[in-house]
């Protein structure tokens, strides 16, 4: 058993957890961690998308109540009824557009530099929806509309480019479709699991011959690190949305791509 290996994993695994719901893009973090690990090879790839399935259950976890509602009401409540077909609506775009450009994606895009970029950008664009955001019509997810709900999947495809954050992309896609923070950044929790088991998915049976039975110690350790660090993110970022902002992220992120730039730069 190779300890390094797993300590890799580990590190790694709480990276995964505590950014993939925060808007400082987990897939970017991963990059840039993985690269300073000397863990990115075509392998390591399909272990950063596969953790993040650890991830994911920690939203069905916290959500529990509210995901068995619903798929115990879901032919009899007009509401459940809604917030599925919400989910739908949001999870397609991104989806479709994955489906159709993942090996572009994956082959062109996962670099650091190019999660640099998108780092400070994403901070900037931030700064700029926090000082312009619209007033909330939208205050809980339920309140939700289909258009809301299709503009912010749309929102949700720009984090097919590395560094853009799937959930910054759509907590400030459903802030300026003028949901509450806490609303958007609850439909970003739950529109997820979808888009993430897909990809999961998509990813695993994609690159199958790359793995064997030897990898199973590495994705476990990594699966199991990356649910606990995410369910204690979650509780924490919950906290913090209602009572903030979200210009610290922006300010982390701005900082954060700089550093990460002027290091590969002079790499």
Request: net charge positive; proline share 3%.
């Amino acid at each position: 058993m190779d300890l390094m290996l797993l300590l890799k994993a580990f590190i790694l695994g709480v990276v995964e957890g505590a950014t993939e719901f925060l808007p400082v893009s987990s897939t970017g973090h991963l990059i840039i961690v993985g690269d300073l690990l000397a863990f990115n090879d075509e392998k390591s790839k399909v272990f950063k998308i596969f953790i993040q399935l650890g991830a994911i259950l920690a939203i069905c976890w916290e959500y529990r109540a509210r995901l068995q509602h619903v798929a115990g009401s879901a032919f009899s409540d007009r509401a459940a009824q809604r917030f599925i077909f919400n989910l739908a609506v949001g999870f397609m775009p991104a989806a479709l557009l994955g489906f159709a450009f993942h090996s572009q994606i994956k082959a062109y895009l996962f670099s650091p530099f190019t999660v640099a970029v998108a780092l400070v950008v994403g901070g900037f664009v931030i700064l700029i929806v926090e000082k312009f955001a619209p007033a909330p019509t939208a205050e809980t997810v339920d309140d939700m509309s289909f258009k809301q709900a299709l503009k912010i999947g749309c929102a949700q495809s720009l984090a097919l480019i590395p560094g853009v954050s799937r959930s910054g992309a759509t907590i400030l896609g459903g802030v300026v479709f003028c949901l509450s923070r806490k609303a958007a950044t609850e439909f970003s929790f739950f529109v997820a699991i979808p888009i993430m088991f897909a990809a999961t998915t998509y990813d695993l049976l994609k690159n199958r011959d790359l793995l064997n039975l030897g990898d199973v110690p590495v994705f476990a350790v990594g699966f199991v690190t990356a649910f606990f660090a995410a369910l204690l993110a979650v509780k924490t970022f919950i906290r913090y949305v209602a009572h903030h902002d979200f210009r610290l992220f922006a300010y982390y992120r701005i900082v954060f791509g700089c550093i990460v730039l002027a290091y590969f730069w002079n790499a």
